[in-house]
């Protein structure tokens, strides 16, 4: 694939990443991209480089363009190793006149690849930065979603380079929103949202907020993974809506299950659910990837967890599945659990307090069965699942 | 010293330590710090803190 035109002389020049699957934990199953963009100007300059192994991609569509040693200034929107981990390598080739980054920027540089003598230049919040007929205002987006994180902003092609926000883990040939299939491209959209910036919602509905205060018009944002929103409006919108907490009428039954007994309760609280009107999904976590269930939580108004009692405890997925999505920090959702034990039976117990810790409006103190469930234990499972049924609808 | 903990990316102001990067001398309270403060890490306002152990 060729370097390609975005703007008048600014130019994709990042890595397509067809083979990733495992991105620390996250599932990538449409791959990655790694994006970089390259402005031709009176100073030349290249926002953001690649993954390590992705080097000679990035150089190759440079080359395409101009000869790297050119480049005269370069731009770290954000430090993280898949947009810098061949830095110190370009940093080799382009020597460049300036290495602009935000004041955090600098010191993650300096703690990742250890080098003082760089030729750092720490721009400013709202700082301009003149490369000839083209004028670069910098945004500082501390944790959206790094300290260091910033955007830049190109005035006259009304370009917002926005390093991680906006972005998808989603391979393809094509390098534009309108070019590829928008459901595949929204579901990778927000579930990259939901793994990445669940947490920083607050942060995300301010700076949305700031921008349009700003005035700040944008045509076009480049995310430094995925494809180019030629749509901006679309995207932006998402956003506004996954940093609000918007949620559908739609329940996640999600569980884990030793000998199909929790599982049974699982498709009754389920069938409870849909008695209510009420769209239910059922989550079985040995076969749901963690990061796939975070993108369905998004939107969801329920959140209803089963796990039978094992050593004392949760099935081991149960607990890492709550550890992950308690750091994401979903909120205003309405909770319940339930699960099958043999003697001591604390797992519910246990789910129930990590859902009280988000603050999920717990509904019901919960279901537990010895063993395996009687057809009356089942009705209890069914009224669980109505009594949550209800308060979705009641509260969407 | 009571220490307050970041919401949005969990840095704790230690009182005993201060933020002596921005200016905060060990031995200033939480309370004591300027309205104008914010999170040395992300940049948090003052009133995104939570009492911590």
């Excluded at chain 1, 397509?16 to 449409?30: E, I, K």
């Excluded at chain 1, 940093?91 to 600098?106: D, H, N, Q, W």
């Excluded at chain 1, 540089?109 to 030729?119: A, G, I, T, V």
């Amino acid at each position: 694939m060729h370097p390609i035109e975005i703007k008048p002389n600014v130019y994709w020049v990042g890595a397509v990443d067809w083979t990733t699957r495992d991105f620390h934990g996250y599932s990538t199953y449409r791959g990655t991209t790694y994006n970089a963009y390259l402005i031709m100007d009176e100073k030349i300059t290249l926002f953001d480089t690649v993954k390590k192994d992705k080097k000679g991609e990035l150089l190759h569509r440079i080359r395409n363009i101009v000869e790297p040693e050119k480049i005269d200034y370069l731009v770290v929107n954000h430090v993280e190793m898949d947009h810098s981990g061949c830095l110190p390598e370009i940093m080799e080739i382009v020597k460049p006149e300036k290495l602009f980054c935000s004041t955090m920027g600098r010191k993650t540089l300096l703690d990742h690849f250890h080098r003082e003598d760089w030729p750092y230049e720490v721009v400013k919040p709202g700082q301009d930065l003149s490369l000839g007929s083209k004028t670069i205002q910098f945004i500082e987006t501390r944790m959206l979603h790094w300290p260091d994180s910033m955007f830049s902003y190109v005035k006259e092609d009304k370009l917002l380079i926005s390093s991680d926000a906006f972005g998808q883990h989603f391979a393809s040939s094509e390098r534009f929103d309108d070019e590829v299939n928008l459901n595949d491209l929204m579901y990778q959209a927000a579930k990259y949202y939901a793994n990445i910036l669940y947490l920083y919602s607050p942060l995300v509905s301010k700076l949305i907020a700031s921008v349009q205060e700003m005035g700040l018009e944008i045509d076009m944002i480049a995310p430094d993974h995925g494809v180019i929103w030629r749509d901006p409006g679309r995207i932006i919108n998402a956003y506004s809506e996954w940093s609000s907490h918007k949620a559908r009428k739609k329940a996640l039954v999600i569980y884990d299950t030793m000998w199909h007994s929790t599982e049974m309760m699982a498709k009754a609280v389920a069938d409870g659910i849909q008695d209510e009107g009420v769209s239910v999904d059922l989550l079985d976590l040995t076969v749901n990837h963690r990061s796939e269930i975070m993108a369905s939580v998004l939107d969801a108004k329920a959140i209803v967890l089963g796990s039978p009692t094992l050593n004392n405890g949760l099935l081991p997925r149960m607990a890492g599945f709550l550890m992950y999505m308690r750091g994401l920090k979903p909120a205003n959702k309405i909770g319940a659990a339930f699960g099958s034990y043999g003697w001591s039976g604390e797992a519910v117990k246990l789910m129930n307090k990590v859902m009280e810790e988000m603050k999920f409006e717990i509904v019901d103190p919960g279901v537990r069965v010895k063993y395996v469930p009687s057809h009356e234990n089942l009705k209890e499972c069914v009224e669980l699942g109505r009594r949550v049924g209800k308060a979705v609808t009641e509260a969407v | 010293m009571q220490k307050y903990k970041c919401d949005i990316c969990g840095y704790v102001y230690d009182p005993e330590a201060g933020d002596p990067g921005s200016g905060i001398a060990p031995g200033v309270s939480y309370d004591d710090l300027p309205d104008d403060w914010t999170c040395p890490v992300c940049g948090a306002a003052k009133d995104q803190f939570s009492p911590t152990d």
